[in-house]
């Protein structure tokens, strides 16, 4: 993927970008001191690591989630990674910022959700009893077992 943008500089208008892409990958510069223009090449080539992340999360979730609010947490969520990236610590960009943007999906998913975690397992345990006492009995349980 990134040699893709490295090796795109057929025109002049992208030498800069490639060599501001290649001084963030190898830690000479810093996100902020890149062009706006290098930025956004290295933001386009991710998106679609977004959006990926973002359906096998939407796979796993309710109906009522919606997807497009994922990739825009994701979003936010990897323009904050490549902000924060800092190659010195032998991480590779890609596994960075896949956390990163999870980990913003996942913010927003709790943002969204107005039960607390521990209701949300009191619920799960109640569930799983309910379905054990219907195989138990062979019908469905009354409230009072």
């Given at each position: 993927?990134?040699?893709?943008?490295?090796?795109?500089?057929?025109?002049?208008?992208?030498?800069?970008?490639?060599?501001?892409?290649?001084?963030?990958?190898?830690?000479?510069?810093?996100w902020?001191?890149?062009?706006?223009?290098?930025?956004?090449?290295?933001?386009?080539?991710?998106?679609?690591k977004?959006?990926?992340?973002?359906?096998?999360?939407k796979?796993?979730?309710p109906?009522?989630?919606?997807?497009?609010?994922?990739i825009?947490?994701?979003?936010?969520?990897?323009?904050?990674?490549?902000?924060?990236?800092?190659?010195?610590?032998?991480v590779?960009?890609?596994?960075?910022?896949?956390?990163?943007i999870?980990?913003?999906?996942?913010?927003?998913?709790?943002?969204?959700?107005?039960?607390?975690?521990?209701?949300?397992?009191?619920?799960?345990?109640?569930?799983?009893?309910?379905?054990?006492?219907?195989?138990?009995?062979?019908?469905?349980?009354?409230?009072?077992?």
């Amino acid at each position: 993927m990134w040699m893709a943008i490295l090796n795109s500089s057929g025109k002049n208008s992208y030498s800069k970008v490639n060599n501001d892409i290649a001084s963030y990958l190898s830690g000479i510069c810093k996100w902020q001191e890149m062009e706006k223009s290098a930025q956004e090449e290295v933001i386009k080539s991710l998106l679609t690591k977004v959006k990926i992340i973002a359906y096998k999360m939407k796979n796993k979730l309710p109906s009522n989630i919606d997807l497009d609010d994922l990739i825009s947490a994701g979003s936010l969520g990897l323009i904050e990674g490549l902000a924060n990236f800092d190659p010195s610590r032998d991480v590779k960009l890609d596994t960075f910022v896949e956390n990163r943007i999870r980990g913003a999906m996942l913010d927003e998913l709790r943002r969204q959700d107005w039960l607390s975690r521990g209701f949300r397992k009191n619920i799960k345990l109640v569930e799983i009893a309910r379905q054990s006492l219907e195989r138990k009995l062979g019908r469905e349980p009354r409230i009072d077992e």
